[in-house]
C-alpha cells in the first residue's frame, strides 16, 4: 500500500517537473498534479493497451517510439477531463511524453 501512494506522489512530482521543463504543458498545483497522474494512471490501464495493440505494426517500424505518441493521447485525454490541466497542442505532448518519460525514469532510480 506505502509503495501505491508513493508512486502516486512521484508520478504527481513528474508531471509537475515536466510543466516546468514544457512550454504549453500545463498543471494549476500540486493538488491538480494528483488528481491528473490517477486520471493518467487510470486511461493508462484501460485505453494504453488497446491503443498499443491496434498501433503495434506501425510501434513495430518506429522501433518503438511510436509508444511516445500514445503516451501523448493519454495525456491530451486526461488533459481534456481536467479543467486544471492544459496542453497547448500535439507537439507539445509528444515532447511532454518524452520529457515525462525521462523524469519518470530519473525518479525511479533515484528513489526506487
Not at 29 to 51: C, E, H, T
Not at 52 to 76: D, E, K, Q, S, W
Request: aromatic share 8%; net charge positive.
Amino acid at each position: 500500500m506505502l509503495h501505491i501512494l508513493l508512486v502516486w506522489v512521484f508520478s504527481a512530482i513528474a508531471l509537475l517537473v515536466t510543466s516546468k521543463l514544457v512550454k504549453g504543458f500545463d498543471i494549476k498545483d500540486f493538488r491538480s498534479a494528483m488528481v491528473a497522474s490517477v486520471v493518467i494512471g487510470l486511461l493508462n490501464a484501460i485505453l494504453k493497451p488497446i491503443l498499443f495493440i491496434l498501433t503495434l505494426p506501425i510501434n513495430i517500424l518506429t522501433l518503438g517510439l511510436f509508444t511516445f505518441v500514445i503516451i501523448a493521447i493519454v495525456l491530451r485525454m486526461a488533459a481534456g477531463l481536467m479543467s486544471s490541466f492544459k496542453i497547448d497542442g500535439w507537439a507539445t505532448a509528444i515532447i511532454a511524453s518524452v520529457v515525462l518519460t525521462i523524469v519518470q525514469i530519473l525518479i525511479d532510480l533515484v528513489i526506487f
